[in-house]
Protein backbone atom coordinates (compact mmCIF):
# COMPACT_ATOMS: atom_id res chain seq x y z
CA UNK A 1 0.00 0.00 0.00
CA UNK A 2 1.14 3.64 -1.36
CA UNK A 3 1.08 5.85 2.26
CA UNK A 4 1.59 9.65 2.08
CA UNK A 5 4.08 9.69 4.14
CA UNK A 6 4.00 12.93 6.81
CA UNK A 7 6.77 14.29 9.10
CA UNK A 8 5.08 15.35 12.08
CA UNK A 9 7.94 17.64 13.01
CA UNK A 10 7.55 20.60 9.96
CA UNK A 11 6.26 23.64 11.00
CA UNK A 12 5.13 23.80 14.01
CA UNK A 13 5.24 20.77 14.71
CA UNK A 14 2.51 20.08 16.98
CA UNK A 15 -1.17 18.79 16.51
CA UNK A 16 -2.49 20.95 14.02
CA UNK A 17 -0.12 18.79 11.59
CA UNK A 18 -1.88 15.35 12.65
CA UNK A 19 -5.29 16.98 12.70
CA UNK A 20 -5.20 18.48 9.30
CA UNK A 21 -3.59 15.56 7.46
CA UNK A 22 -6.62 13.46 9.31
CA UNK A 23 -9.17 15.32 8.12
CA UNK A 24 -7.66 15.31 4.51
CA UNK A 25 -6.94 11.62 4.41
CA UNK A 26 -10.50 10.88 5.37
CA UNK A 27 -12.28 13.38 2.73
CA UNK A 28 -10.12 12.01 -0.21
CA UNK A 29 -9.60 8.30 1.22
CA UNK A 30 -5.65 8.62 1.11
CA UNK A 31 -4.22 6.10 3.18
CA UNK A 32 -1.52 8.27 5.65
CA UNK A 33 1.70 7.58 7.52
CA UNK A 34 2.25 10.37 10.02
CA UNK A 35 5.80 10.16 12.05
CA UNK A 36 7.61 12.08 14.53
CA UNK A 37 3.87 12.89 16.11
CA UNK A 38 4.37 16.33 17.89
CA UNK A 39 8.41 16.80 18.30
CA UNK A 40 8.33 19.82 19.16
CA UNK A 41 6.40 19.36 21.79
CA UNK A 42 7.17 19.07 26.05
CA UNK A 43 5.88 15.40 25.71
CA UNK A 44 5.85 14.35 22.21
CA UNK A 45 3.81 11.71 20.86
CA UNK A 46 -0.58 11.69 20.84
CA UNK A 47 -2.24 12.97 24.27
CA UNK A 48 -5.79 12.21 25.21
CA UNK A 49 -7.10 14.82 22.97
CA UNK A 50 -4.80 13.23 19.11
CA UNK A 51 -5.85 10.18 20.34
CA UNK A 52 -9.77 11.59 19.98
CA UNK A 53 -9.21 12.48 16.65
CA UNK A 54 -8.04 9.74 15.59
CA UNK A 55 -10.68 7.28 17.06
CA UNK A 56 -13.43 9.57 16.36
CA UNK A 57 -12.44 9.46 12.75
CA UNK A 58 -11.85 5.74 12.90
CA UNK A 59 -15.40 5.44 13.72
CA UNK A 60 -16.92 7.49 11.30
CA UNK A 61 -14.38 6.18 7.96
CA UNK A 62 -14.76 2.20 9.71
CA UNK A 63 -10.45 3.37 9.03
CA UNK A 64 -7.52 0.85 9.68
CA UNK A 65 -5.15 2.38 12.25
CA UNK A 66 -2.12 1.32 13.54
CA UNK A 67 -0.55 2.87 16.33
CA UNK A 68 -3.73 5.20 18.28
CA UNK A 69 -2.18 4.83 21.72
CA UNK A 70 -0.92 7.64 23.90
CA UNK A 71 2.58 8.61 23.71
CA UNK A 72 2.92 7.54 20.02
CA UNK A 73 4.62 9.23 17.75
CA UNK A 74 3.68 7.22 14.79
CA UNK A 75 0.13 6.63 13.34
CA UNK A 76 -0.92 4.87 10.21
CA UNK A 77 -4.72 5.94 9.13
CA UNK A 78 -6.43 3.96 6.40
CA UNK A 79 -9.77 5.11 6.02
CA UNK A 80 -12.30 3.73 4.62
CA UNK A 81 -15.60 5.69 3.46
CA UNK A 82 -16.90 8.42 5.35
CA UNK A 83 -20.47 7.72 7.29
CA UNK A 84 -22.84 10.02 8.76
CA UNK A 85 -24.70 9.57 11.83
CA UNK A 86 -25.18 10.50 15.43
CA UNK A 87 -21.95 10.27 16.99
CA UNK A 88 -21.03 10.82 20.60
CA UNK A 89 -17.37 11.69 21.13
CA UNK A 90 -16.06 12.10 24.55
CA UNK A 91 -12.50 13.51 25.11
CA UNK A 92 -12.31 12.51 28.49
CA UNK A 93 -10.16 15.44 29.97
CA UNK A 94 -10.21 19.38 29.09
CA UNK A 95 -8.86 18.70 25.35
CA UNK A 96 -10.28 21.00 23.58
CA UNK A 97 -13.47 20.40 21.63
CA UNK A 98 -12.43 22.75 18.86
CA UNK A 99 -9.68 21.56 17.72
CA UNK A 100 -11.10 18.10 17.51
CA UNK A 101 -13.83 19.53 15.01
CA UNK A 102 -11.05 21.09 12.92
CA UNK A 103 -10.45 16.71 12.02
CA UNK A 104 -14.44 16.08 11.86
CA UNK A 105 -16.11 19.05 9.92
CA UNK A 106 -14.21 18.72 6.71
CA UNK A 107 -15.00 14.85 6.02
CA UNK A 108 -18.58 14.94 7.47
CA UNK A 109 -19.58 17.82 5.22
CA UNK A 110 -19.52 15.80 2.16
CA UNK A 111 -21.01 12.23 4.02
CA UNK A 112 -23.81 11.02 2.41
CA UNK A 113 -26.06 11.83 5.41
CA UNK A 114 -26.39 14.34 7.84
CA UNK A 115 -24.45 14.25 11.08
CA UNK A 116 -25.04 14.81 14.47
CA UNK A 117 -22.21 15.33 16.77
CA UNK A 118 -22.33 15.56 20.76
CA UNK A 119 -18.50 16.58 21.99
CA UNK A 120 -17.35 16.32 25.74
CA UNK A 121 -14.34 17.85 26.46
CA UNK A 122 -12.83 21.79 26.97
CA UNK A 123 -15.15 24.67 25.61
CA UNK A 124 -12.41 27.55 26.79
CA UNK A 125 -9.35 26.03 27.32
CA UNK A 126 -5.85 27.35 26.38
CA UNK A 127 -3.94 27.18 23.26
CA UNK A 128 -7.18 26.59 21.07
CA UNK A 129 -10.31 28.63 20.08
CA UNK A 130 -12.85 29.43 22.82
CA UNK A 131 -16.51 27.71 21.97
CA UNK A 132 -17.49 31.47 21.28
CA UNK A 133 -14.62 31.91 18.68
CA UNK A 134 -15.46 28.65 17.02
CA UNK A 135 -19.39 30.06 17.12
CA UNK A 136 -19.18 33.10 15.73
CA UNK A 137 -15.95 33.65 13.78
CA UNK A 138 -15.43 30.50 12.19
CA UNK A 139 -18.53 28.96 11.61
CA UNK A 140 -19.95 32.34 9.82
CA UNK A 141 -17.20 31.89 7.02
CA UNK A 142 -17.45 28.35 6.21
CA UNK A 143 -20.77 28.51 6.03
CA UNK A 144 -20.65 31.32 3.74
CA UNK A 145 -17.80 28.43 1.45
CA UNK A 146 -20.81 26.23 1.43
CA UNK A 147 -20.17 24.47 4.68
CA UNK A 148 -23.73 23.42 6.63
CA UNK A 149 -22.63 23.52 9.85
CA UNK A 150 -24.79 24.93 12.79
CA UNK A 151 -23.76 24.35 16.74
CA UNK A 152 -25.24 25.08 20.21
CA UNK A 153 -23.41 25.05 23.73
CA UNK A 154 -24.89 22.66 26.14
CA UNK A 155 -22.28 22.98 29.50
CA UNK A 156 -19.44 25.40 29.32
CA UNK A 157 -15.82 23.04 30.39
CA UNK A 158 -13.09 24.60 31.89
CA UNK A 159 -8.93 23.32 32.41
CA UNK A 160 -8.30 20.94 34.12
CA UNK A 161 -11.61 18.37 34.55
CA UNK A 162 -13.69 19.84 31.31
CA UNK A 163 -16.84 18.04 31.25
CA UNK A 164 -18.18 20.64 28.41
CA UNK A 165 -20.33 19.48 25.95
CA UNK A 166 -21.52 20.91 22.49
CA UNK A 167 -23.90 19.84 19.83
CA UNK A 168 -22.93 20.27 16.12
CA UNK A 169 -25.54 19.10 13.12
CA UNK A 170 -23.73 18.46 9.60
CA UNK A 171 -25.43 18.53 6.44
CA UNK A 172 -23.76 17.56 3.84
CA UNK A 173 -22.18 19.94 1.49
CA UNK A 174 -22.68 20.69 -2.37
CA UNK A 175 -19.22 21.51 -2.60
CA UNK A 176 -16.80 24.29 -1.37
CA UNK A 177 -17.27 28.00 -2.61
CA UNK A 178 -14.14 29.82 -3.42
CA UNK A 179 -14.01 33.17 -1.01
CA UNK A 180 -12.31 36.01 -1.47
CA UNK A 181 -11.71 38.36 1.80
CA UNK A 182 -9.52 41.34 1.05
CA UNK A 183 -11.57 44.44 1.86
CA UNK A 184 -11.80 45.44 5.46
CA UNK A 185 -15.40 46.22 6.54
CA UNK A 186 -15.63 49.62 8.39
CA UNK A 187 -18.99 49.67 9.51
CA UNK A 188 -19.03 46.51 11.97
CA UNK A 189 -20.44 45.85 15.59
CA UNK A 190 -18.60 44.13 18.75
CA UNK A 191 -20.09 41.62 20.11
CA UNK A 192 -18.94 39.45 23.07
CA UNK A 193 -19.81 36.94 25.47
CA UNK A 194 -17.81 37.20 29.14
CA UNK A 195 -18.65 34.26 31.65
CA UNK A 196 -17.09 32.61 34.80
CA UNK A 197 -18.11 28.92 36.49
CA UNK A 198 -18.21 28.57 39.80
CA UNK A 199 -16.67 31.50 41.15
CA UNK A 200 -18.24 34.67 42.63
CA UNK A 201 -20.41 36.59 39.89
CA UNK A 202 -18.61 39.65 39.73
CA UNK A 203 -15.86 38.10 38.23
CA UNK A 204 -17.79 37.69 35.11
CA UNK A 205 -18.63 41.20 35.22
CA UNK A 206 -15.57 42.73 35.71
CA UNK A 207 -14.18 41.26 32.75
CA UNK A 208 -16.53 42.59 30.63
CA UNK A 209 -16.51 46.11 31.83
CA UNK A 210 -12.59 46.23 31.79
CA UNK A 211 -13.12 45.00 27.85
CA UNK A 212 -15.55 47.72 27.32
CA UNK A 213 -13.41 50.39 28.92
CA UNK A 214 -10.98 49.64 26.74
CA UNK A 215 -12.67 49.35 23.53
CA UNK A 216 -13.95 52.82 24.29
CA UNK A 217 -10.60 54.35 24.56
CA UNK A 218 -9.63 52.87 21.37
CA UNK A 219 -12.64 54.61 19.93
CA UNK A 220 -15.19 51.21 19.71
CA UNK A 221 -17.90 50.18 21.21
CA UNK A 222 -18.98 46.83 22.20
CA UNK A 223 -22.20 44.81 23.76
CA UNK A 224 -20.90 41.91 26.12
CA UNK A 225 -23.14 39.28 27.63
CA UNK A 226 -22.31 38.54 31.19
CA UNK A 227 -22.96 34.97 31.93
CA UNK A 228 -22.77 33.13 35.19
CA UNK A 229 -22.72 29.28 35.56
CA UNK A 230 -23.07 27.64 39.15
CA UNK A 231 -20.93 25.08 40.92
CA UNK A 232 -23.81 22.31 39.87
CA UNK A 233 -23.57 23.47 36.39
CA UNK A 234 -19.66 22.97 35.47
CA UNK A 235 -17.21 20.26 36.78
CA UNK A 236 -14.55 22.96 37.86
CA UNK A 237 -14.43 27.00 37.95
CA UNK A 238 -13.24 28.84 35.49
CA UNK A 239 -13.68 31.88 33.35
CA UNK A 240 -13.31 33.82 29.90
CA UNK A 241 -13.97 36.33 27.86
CA UNK A 242 -14.69 36.43 23.76
CA UNK A 243 -15.47 39.43 21.27
CA UNK A 244 -15.99 39.27 17.75
CA UNK A 245 -17.35 41.67 15.23
CA UNK A 246 -20.56 40.45 13.33
CA UNK A 247 -20.23 41.64 9.69
CA UNK A 248 -16.96 40.42 8.93
CA UNK A 249 -16.31 38.17 11.80
CA UNK A 250 -12.62 38.95 13.53
CA UNK A 251 -12.71 37.42 17.19
CA UNK A 252 -10.28 37.79 20.41
CA UNK A 253 -10.26 35.98 23.54
CA UNK A 254 -8.97 36.00 26.65
CA UNK A 255 -9.47 33.41 29.36
CA UNK A 256 -8.97 33.50 33.38
CA UNK A 257 -6.18 32.03 35.28
CA UNK A 258 -5.27 31.52 39.10
CA UNK A 259 -3.95 34.92 40.90
CA UNK A 260 -4.85 37.03 37.36
CA UNK A 261 -7.31 39.34 38.09
CA UNK A 262 -10.45 39.55 36.01
CA UNK A 263 -9.21 43.15 34.69
CA UNK A 264 -6.37 41.55 33.55
CA UNK A 265 -8.26 39.21 31.52
CA UNK A 266 -10.72 41.33 29.73
CA UNK A 267 -8.52 43.76 28.76
CA UNK A 268 -5.85 41.58 26.83
CA UNK A 269 -9.06 40.44 24.67
CA UNK A 270 -9.92 43.81 23.91
CA UNK A 271 -6.08 44.91 23.71
CA UNK A 272 -5.89 41.29 21.33
CA UNK A 273 -9.13 42.54 19.03
CA UNK A 274 -7.97 46.31 18.53
CA UNK A 275 -4.74 45.28 17.44
CA UNK A 276 -6.62 42.99 14.62
CA UNK A 277 -8.68 46.24 13.97
CA UNK A 278 -6.63 48.59 13.71
CA UNK A 279 -4.29 46.53 11.07
CA UNK A 280 -7.57 47.01 8.75
CA UNK A 281 -7.39 43.32 7.58
CA UNK A 282 -10.66 41.05 7.05
CA UNK A 283 -9.05 38.08 8.41
CA UNK A 284 -7.72 37.81 12.09
CA UNK A 285 -4.16 35.66 12.05
CA UNK A 286 -6.04 32.68 14.00
CA UNK A 287 -8.68 32.50 11.59
CA UNK A 288 -6.36 32.93 8.26
CA UNK A 289 -5.12 29.19 8.87
CA UNK A 290 -8.00 27.14 9.53
CA UNK A 291 -9.40 28.12 6.02
CA UNK A 292 -6.73 27.12 4.10
CA UNK A 293 -7.89 23.18 4.01
CA UNK A 294 -11.83 24.93 2.48
CA UNK A 295 -9.79 27.16 0.35
CA UNK A 296 -7.84 23.86 -1.28
CA UNK A 297 -11.19 22.47 -1.47
CA UNK A 298 -13.33 24.78 -3.30
CA UNK A 299 -14.08 25.59 -6.73
CA UNK A 300 -12.24 28.30 -8.16
CA UNK A 301 -9.70 30.65 -6.40
CA UNK A 302 -9.98 32.07 -3.00
CA UNK A 303 -7.93 35.36 -1.46
CA UNK A 304 -7.57 36.48 1.65
CA UNK A 305 -5.45 38.93 3.89
CA UNK A 306 -5.26 38.04 7.53
CA UNK A 307 -3.46 40.41 9.83
CA UNK A 308 -0.50 38.01 10.26
CA UNK A 309 1.04 34.53 8.75
CA UNK A 310 1.89 31.86 11.60
CA UNK A 311 3.43 29.03 12.18
CA UNK A 312 -0.24 27.07 12.26
CA UNK A 313 0.06 28.52 8.59
CA UNK A 314 2.45 27.19 7.28
CA UNK A 315 2.21 24.31 8.48
CA UNK A 316 -1.33 23.64 7.06
CA UNK A 317 -0.28 25.00 3.74
CA UNK A 318 2.31 22.52 3.50
CA UNK A 319 -0.16 19.52 4.43
CA UNK A 320 -2.53 20.86 1.71
CA UNK A 321 0.33 20.44 -0.41
CA UNK A 322 1.57 17.17 0.49
CA UNK A 323 -2.43 15.71 0.47
CA UNK A 324 -3.80 17.75 -1.91
CA UNK A 325 -1.40 18.79 -4.32
CA UNK A 326 -2.19 22.65 -3.88
CA UNK A 327 0.58 24.99 -3.92
CA UNK A 328 -0.71 28.61 -2.19
CA UNK A 329 0.51 31.96 -3.61
CA UNK A 330 1.99 34.13 -0.21
CA UNK A 331 2.93 37.49 -0.37
CA UNK A 332 3.97 39.70 2.25
CA UNK A 333 2.57 43.13 3.13
CA UNK A 334 3.32 45.92 5.40
CA UNK A 335 4.05 45.06 8.51
CA UNK A 336 3.17 41.50 9.02
CA UNK A 337 0.42 41.16 7.14
CA UNK A 338 -0.30 38.73 4.19
CA UNK A 339 -2.27 38.15 1.15
CA UNK A 340 -2.96 34.40 0.38
CA UNK A 341 -4.40 33.07 -2.49
CA UNK A 342 -4.76 29.16 -2.95
CA UNK A 343 -6.66 27.77 -6.18
CA UNK A 344 -8.74 25.18 -5.16
CA UNK A 345 -8.94 21.45 -6.45
CA UNK A 346 -12.73 21.44 -6.88
CA UNK A 347 -13.40 18.66 -4.59
CA UNK A 348 -16.81 16.10 -4.94
CA UNK A 349 -16.52 12.71 -3.41
CA UNK A 350 -17.37 9.83 -5.46
CA UNK A 351 -20.37 8.30 -5.87
CA UNK A 352 -21.56 5.25 -4.66
Not at 12 to 22: A, K, S
Request: hydrophobic content about 40%; charged content about 20%.
Amino acid sequence: MDFIEIDGSYGEGGGQILRTTLALSALTGKPVRIHNIRARRPRPGLQPQHLACVQALQRITNARVKGAALDSQELEFVPGEVRGGAYTINIGTAGSITLLLQCLIPPLSFAPEPSTLRIIGGTDVEHAPTYDYFAHVFVPWVRRMGVRVSTRLKRRGYYPKGGGEIIVEIQPADGIQPIRLVDFVEDFSIKGVSHAGALPEHVAQRQAEAAMKRLRGAGYDAEIEVVTYSRSEVLCPGSGITLWTEEMPIGASSLGSKGVLAEVVGKRAANYLIHQLDARRPVDHHMADQLVPYMALASGTSEIRATEGTMHLVTNLWVVEQILGVKADVKREEGRSIVLKIEGIGFKPEKH
